[in-house]
């Protein structure tokens, strides 16, 4: 099993959600997020002082899948969510352990 | 002297519009600090309603309006209010309204004057020592400039403050307000000192919405601040208002006009100091002038002030919400522009008369707060200290001070934490 993680820019969310739900993905969580990469941060004038911003809003998706789905859905998401410049976002894979449902305590692939 | 209902029941509401503007600064400050200090900024404001409303009615207004021998104080006694109910106001003349009513609108004023100061201070100010600073502050300060400026003695004037005496133009407290609040800010943010963090850290207001919200209240109340101090229902009420509205509406319009050709940007939170900026300006001209010179006035009160906001980070002070840059700037232009403007000043008469004794009410009233506030601010910072600890004001004033967070925008069902001690006076 592998945790997808995938940083995206905001006004890119919808189109990564429904691209997943067309790929038949049940369960994302979603967080709002904030960071900096290459993006680096933008400006702000209050009273006639700039401010540099730093952090830029994200959206964070974290998916749990099989070991087969990974690649499609990686492929999924970056399709949906690229628009070619800088600030895009990040997806990394990291291999998952264990996994449980809390409803009725199954585990692993009988939990996804 | 019969009582006259509609001069009565426009200054009742007055008294109440200018009451309003009180919250509307809480709101206009608030908004403008970081989210950790939001409730210490609006507190400071309540907590001026609180001490100046008693000290008023006890023995204040005597301070500022009672009879006295000299052009610099009223009598000091206990104003005895109890006694005055059917009394009429006599100001320089005769109003046909309750000399209780002009006792309520002035305390206003008051309140005001002294909550202004407190945007010099954001962040970083002792509540305790705040309190202590607003009760002596009216006594030794606002009282006695009050009674300068605005009391104009019995029906024939005799027993008038000095400025109002000298004909020192000052309708409803450019003077003795915004120059008075502005000059004691910048003692008071001189004594205290700088923020940690000032010119180094982003310390962007936490919540623009609030500001405007803040800058609307004053803008409604400013109606009755300026048309209320005509202390009557007539045609220089009239004229208040509508220079009120222009010279609000020309600074808005000015100050953006800056912002766009400097910083390439015309900003929400220009234009709320654009309001505040003109209302400061047309505040002792609003009925010294025409309406078409309010445009100049507040045309060029936006400007200005827009560029003199940028002053404290020449000169290294901390003035945190710019009470000097907007109502020490605009308080002067203001008074000044009446020496100008005037039918006796010196675009009508070529004469500079008028401007000269403008200049002079202006330069008292900056230099008598500047001082005292300075020494004020001194001793009190000596005795019981000015500043919170630096942990509490890293960690923020709110929490430190207040026990309490602006905020709890949390998902989670009802917040986050649990209760954890006994609650305290519970029946």
Redesign the interface.
């Known amino acids: 099993m592998k945790l997808i993680t995938a940083i995206i820019q905001p006004e890119k969310f919808e189109a990564v959600k429904a691209a997943l739900l067309e790929a038949d993905v049940h369960g994302i969580t979603v967080s709002e997020a904030s960071g900096y990469g290459r993006q680096r941060g933008h400006t702000?004038?209050?009273?006639?002082?700039?401010?540099?911003?730093d952090l830029i809003a994200k959206v964070r998706i974290d998916i749990v899948t099989t070991d087969q789905l990974v690649d499609s859905l990686v492929e999924c998401i970056v399709k949906a969510a690229q628009t070619g410049q800088v600030g895009d976002g990040k997806i990394w894979v990291t291999d998952i352990e264990k996994l449980v449902r809390v409803r009725t305590g199954d585990e692993n692939e009988a939990a996804l | 002297m019969d009582i006259n209902s509609g001069d009565t029941a426009w200054v009742l509401i007055s008294t109440a519009l200018v009451l309003l503007m009180t919250p509307g600064v809480a709101l206009f400050y608030g908004g403008m600090v970081r989210a950790k200090s939001v409730l210490n900024m609006m507190m400071m404001s309540l907590a001026s309603a609180a001490i100046v409303t008693m000290l008023w009615v006890s023995f204040g207004f005597s301070m500022a309006f009672g009879d006295s021998e000299t052009p610099f104080f009223g009598s000091f006694e206990l104003s005895n209010l109890g006694s005055l109910i059917n009394e009429i106001t006599v100001n320089g003349g005769e109003f046909p309204i309750p000399l209780l009513l002009f006792v309520a609108f002035q305390l206003m004023f008051a309140i005001i004057t002294v909550a202004l100061i407190s945007g010099a201070i954001a962040d970083r100010t002792k509540f305790s020592s705040w309190i202590l600073f607003v009760g002596i502050w009216s006594v030794i300060v606002y009282f006695p400039v009050a009674n300068w400026v605005f009391d104009f003695g019995n029906q024939n004037g005799d027993g008038a403050g000095w400025l109002a005496a000298l004909g020192v133009i000052d309708f409803a407290g450019g003077t003795a307000v915004h120059i008075n609040a502005g000059a004691a800010a910048l003692a008071l943010t001189l004594v205290i000192g700088r923020r940690i963090g000032f010119k180094r850290d982003?310390m962007?207001?936490h919540s623009l919405p609030l500001v405007l919200l803040g800058a609307a209240l004053l803008w409604f109340g400013w109606f009755g601040f300026n048309a209320g101090s005509a202390l009557s229902a007539n045609g220089s009420a009239a004229l208040a208002v509508l220079n009120t509205q222009v010279a609000a509406a020309s600074a808005l319009a000015g100050w953006l006009v800056v912002?766009r050709v400097?910083?390439g940007?015309s900003?929400t939170?220009?234009a709320a100091?654009g309001v505040v900026a003109g209302l400061v300006a047309i505040t002792p001209a609003c009925v010294a002038v025409d309406p078409i010179a309010s445009i100049a006035i507040g045309m060029v009160a936006g400007a200005l002030c827009?560029?003199a906001?940028?002053l404290k980070?020449r000169f290294n002070y901390d003035d945190s919400l710019?009470v000097v840059g907007v109502h020490l700037v605009a308080g002067l232009w203001g008074t000044l522009a009446i020496g100008i403007f005037n039918s006796d000043g010196l675009l009508s008469t070529g004469s500079f008369d008028l401007l000269i004794r403008q200049a002079l009410g202006a330069i008292t009233v900056l230099s008598y707060s500047f001082v005292l506030t300075f020494i004020i601010a001194w001793l009190l910072m000596k005795t019981v200290g000015l500043r919170i600890s630096e942990e509490s004001e890293i960690e923020g004033v709110d929490l430190s001070t207040h026990a309490e967070s602006a905020y709890d925008i949390d998902t989670r069902i009802g917040g986050s934490g649990t209760l954890s001690g006994i609650i305290k006076g519970r029946a």
């Open positions: 702000e004038i209050y009273r006639g002082v700039e401010h540099t911003v | 982003a962007r207001p912002e400097r910083d940007h900003t939170l220009g100091s827009a560029y906001v940028g980070y710019d």
